[in-house]
C-alpha cells in the first residue's frame, strides 16, 4: 500500500479523539472500515502505532514518531494549498517575513510597539523564496538581501526601498595572527578555513567566491552551516573564519574585522505586495528597517570604527 495523505489525517484524527469509534463517526466512516485502513496502514509502515484498550486508543512510541510527522506534513500541505489570499483579498493581519538577523529583529521590536499592530511573523534563510512568498500572496511584507552583479529580479506585484548597503567582514578566533589588524586583507586567508551559509538562492555564496577568485585564491569550505551558535563556537575554537553581516557581535574568543577594501557588499531592501496589507505604510515600514539597521551597526564598535576611517565610502 502506497501510504496517501488521507491516511495521515486519518492516523490524526484518531489521536485526537483518543477512539477508533468516534474517529470512525468523525471521519464519516464505519468503524470496521477505519479498524482496517488503520491495520493497513501500520503493515505499510512497519510498526504499531496505536495501543487498544478498553477505555480507546492511545499512541504507542512509534506512533508519537509517526503522528509527530504526519502533523508536520499535513501542516505543509494545508500551508501550501490555503496560505495564498485571493487577489482581492484583505486581512487585519499583515505578514511580515525577513531573514533572521539583527535588523530584522529590530523592525519587529518597532512594530510590536505599533498600537494595535497585529502580525505574524516568517523567517527564511533564501532572500529569493520570501520574495516568491511575497509574489504569492503569502506574505504582506519582508526586509530582503542581494548583493552587487546579483540583484534580486523584482515582480510587479512588488514593490521595493532600499534600506541600506553596508560591506561584508570576517568573523575569526580572538588568537587569529590577523586579528590584531585593523583591516584584513582577503588574499591573507587563502589558507583558512570557512564556514559559510548555505546557498541562498540570491548570490550567495556565489559573490564570495568570486571575491576570493579575484585576489587569487579558491576558498576552502568545509562547513555549511545557518546555526549561529554552532557557527560562534566553531570560530571561536579556531577551526575556522567567515565571513559575516558588519552587525555580527564580537563575542568570547571572537573578534570581528573589515576585509581591506571592502571587495563584498549587501544591500538591505524593504519589500512588500502593492495589493497587501502593508503597501499603504510602506514608507514607515522602510523607515522603521531603516532605523533598526542603523541601530545594529551603531551598536558594534569593529563598523563604527570602519566607518570612521571610512566616511565616505557607500558603495554599491
Known amino acids: 500500500m502506497q501510504l496517501e495523505l488521507r491516511h495521515l489525517r486519518a492516523l490524526c484524527t484518531i489521536a485526537g479523539a483518543g477512539s477508533l469509534s468516534k474517529a470512525a463517526a468523525s471521519l464519516g466512516v464505519s468503524q ?3 479498524t482496517a485502513q488503520l491495520h493497513r496502514i501500520e503493515s505499510t509502515l512497519g510498526g504499531q502505532i496505536f495501543r487498544r484498550s478498553r477505555l480507546g486508543v492511545t499512541p504507542t512510541p512509534f506512533g508519537q ?3 509527530t510527522r504526519a ?4 501542516h505543509t500541505v494545508d500551508e501550501l494549498m490555503t496560505g495564498a489570499l485571493p487577489p ?3 486581512t487585519s493581519v499583515a505578514r511580515i517575513g525577513g531573514y533572521a538577523n539583527p535588523l530584522f529583529s529590530g523592525l519587529l521590536r518597532r512594530l510590536f510597539e505599533v498600537p494595535g ?4 511573523v516568517h523567517t527564511e534563510h533564501s532572500p529569493r523564496l520570501l520574495l516568491d512568498l511575497l509574489a504569492s500572496r503569502r506574505l504582506d511584507a519582508a526586509t530582503l538581501i542581494d548583493y552587487p552583479g546579483h540583484e534580486l529580479v523584482i515582480p510587479p506585484s512588488v514593490g521595493v526601498r532600499p534600506i541600506a548597503v553596508e560591506p561584508v567582514f570576517v568573523a575569526m578566533a580572538e588568537a587569529h595572527p590577523l586579528a590584531v589588524l585593523k583591516e584584513v586583507p582577503l588574499a591573507e586567508l587563502a589558507d583558512d578555513d570557512w564556514v559559510l551559509s548555505p546557498p541562498d538562492g540570491a548570490g550567495w555564496p556565489e559573490c564570495f567566491v568570486t571575491a576570493c577568485q579575484n585576489e587569487g585564491f579558491v576558498p576552502k569550505m568545509p562547513y555549511i552551516m545557518i546555526e549561529p551558535m554552532m557557527i560562534r563556537n566553531l570560530i571561536a575554537e579556531k577551526h575556522a573564519i567567515s565571513p559575516c553581516q ?3 557581535p564580537s563575542g568570547p574568543g571572537l573578534v ?4 581591506a ?3 563584498l557588499w549587501i544591500r538591505h531592501l524593504a519589500a512588500w505586495r502593492r495589493d497587501g496589507a502593508l503597501a499603504h505604510r510602506a514608507e514607515e515600514l522602510t523607515r522603521l528597517a531603516t532605523e533598526a539597521h542603523r541601530e545594529s551597526l551603531e551598536s558594534q564598535p569593529h563598523y563604527t570604527a570602519w566607518r570612521a576611517r571610512h566616511p565616505a565610502d557607500l558603495r554599491p
Open 256 to 259: 570581528v574585522r573589515p576585509i
Open 71 to 74: 502533523r508536520s506534513a499535513l
Open 65 to 67: 514518531f509517526v503522528l
Open 88 to 90: 482581492s483579498g484583505q
Open 117 to 120: 499592530a497585529s502580525i505574524t
Open 246 to 248: 558588519a552587525s555580527f
Open 261 to 263: 577594501g571592502s571587495p
Open 32 to 34: 470496521p472500515a477505519l
